[in-house]
């Protein structure tokens, strides 16, 4: 029996440490190592007959915000689409306990946050040799000859990945540096403004700016007693400011975009004129056909060919279909319609809520990190740029 735990244990820290390798590969292994850790994570607790985890109070939320998916499914207008999301957001709810008991023990969060500095290292690497090369070190290229998409090779987001990790990482690097030398604290503060670089080289402009906003408040929030923090902190201010002005691609992705879109006289026409004011219309008539429940998840690529959001008053509303309308909120109004939303938003910033009281209270980095991460993406996010 001692044996079985020790061996499932070992299991789940290894299936915890692939992930992020795994969200590089694509969705199918990602999703694939979810399940499996969280299966293992099962096996685990019956083989030392520890359920406690279920008696945490943020258990019964989540498994309240499963139960609101599976009502969505019951109105869903393609139930088959919405099947697998809806009931398999179960393996999400272990998922999160899996790793909660993971992190609980000193040993593994060490290996786990090691290995995945080291992830965080090689992409940041890897951004500027495919910046450099036009091609990245196993080859990749992007589609878009203006963005970088270094390992996830035709997904364009290889900057919201960075990002998801690297205050993470870097949190219980400093965590860890409290009580060294000097030198350990300049490497933490170099490898954030070259982080800070490399996601502004991929040309992501709202995760560059969500990276500048995070990594400059994470930075201030640093304690220590280094005489230089205010200098690096000036580094990293004026970093993408040289970024802008030595790149002619950087510097015309945000032009382009800043003179069409908040330009007061062409914000509504070019709006208008935009692929995803088309998404943007249909989901927000989607609502307005289905606001109490939505039509399911997943469906917003069934419901939005129906002719009847053929707006002509959009150029390219022939183009309004896509997996999802590409902004957050208008995709959850479209799918889950009010109570759905109502729940989802309830949880989501409930869990930001206490993130922050755990830093508060722990004064943990690597809490800070995930705090900030869930809260950017929450607060501003809108998934054309």
């Known amino acids: 029996m001692i044996y079985k735990s020790f061996a499932t244990s070992k299991i789940i820290l290894t299936l915890a440490i692939l992930l992020p390798i795994g969200l590089l590969l694509g969705t199918a292994v990602s999703e694939t190592i979810v399940i499996l850790l969280s299966i293992f994570f099962l096996i685990h607790?019956?083989?030392?007959g520890n359920f406690d985890w279920v008696k945490n109070k943020f258990f019964y939320l989540l498994i309240f915000l499963w139960f609101s998916l599976i009502l969505n499914f019951l109105f869903a207008i393609n139930q088959e689409l919405a099947l697998l999301r809806s009931f398999g957001f179960i393996k999400y709810v272990i998922y999160i306990f899996a790793i909660k008991h993971l992190l609980d023990k000193n040993?593994?969060?060490?290996?786990?946050?090691?290995?995945?500095?080291?992830?965080?290292?090689?992409?940041?690497?890897?951004?500027?040799?495919?910046?450099?090369?036009k091609k990245n070190i196993f080859g990749f290229r992007s589609d878009d000859p203006t963005r970088i998409a270094s390992f996830l090779r035709g997904e364009l987001k290889i900057a919201h990945f960075l990002l998801g990790f690297a205050l993470v990482s870097i949190g219980y690097y400093f965590e860890k540096c409290k009580n060294?030398?000097?030198?350990?604290?300049?490497?933490?503060?170099v490898f954030l403004i070259l982080l800070l670089i490399s996601i502004f080289l991929t040309?992501?402009?709202?995760?560059?700016?969500?990276?500048?906003?995070?990594?400059?408040?994470?930075a201030i929030l640093v304690k220590n007693n280094f005489k230089l923090k205010k200098?690096?902190?000036?580094s990293i201010v004026i970093s993408p400011i040289i970024i802008y002005f030595s790149s002619d691609r950087i510097r015309e992705r945000f032009d382009i975009y800043l003179s069409t879109k908040y330009g007061n006289e062409n914000f509504l026409k070019t709006f208008k004129e935009s692929h995803h004011g088309a998404h943007y219309f249909t989901a927000f008539e989607i609502f307005k056909s289905y606001p109490i429940f939505g039509i399911g998840n997943k469906?917003?690529?069934?419901?939005?060919?129906?002719?009847?959001?053929?707006?002509?008053?959009?150029?390219?509303?022939?183009?309004?279909c896509s997996t999802h309308p590409h902004q957050i909120y208008l995709e959850l109004i479209s799918e889950h319609g009010i109570i759905g939303s109502v729940i989802i938003l309830f949880v989501i910033f409930y869990s930001i809520f206490k993130s922050f009281i755990i830093y508060i209270k722990k004064k943990k980095l690597y809490t800070l990190g995930c705090y900030f991460i869930r809260s950017i993406n929450f607060y501003t996010h809108n998934t054309q740029w």
């Open 180 to 189: 060294k030398s000097y030198k350990f604290i300049i490497a933490g503060y």
């Open 45 to 48: 607790s019956m083989t030392k």
């Open 107 to 133: 040993k593994n969060k060490k290996i786990l946050f090691t290995f995945l500095s080291f992830v965080v290292l090689i992409t940041s690497f890897d951004i500027y040799f495919e910046y450099i090369y």
């Open 231 to 234: 200098l690096l902190i000036i």
């Open 299 to 320: 469906n917003f690529r069934e419901e939005c060919s129906n002719e009847k959001y053929n707006n002509k008053s959009y150029a390219r509303i022939s183009e309004r």
């Open 203 to 218: 040309g992501e402009r709202a995760n560059s700016i969500r990276s500048f906003i995070c990594i400059f408040i994470f």
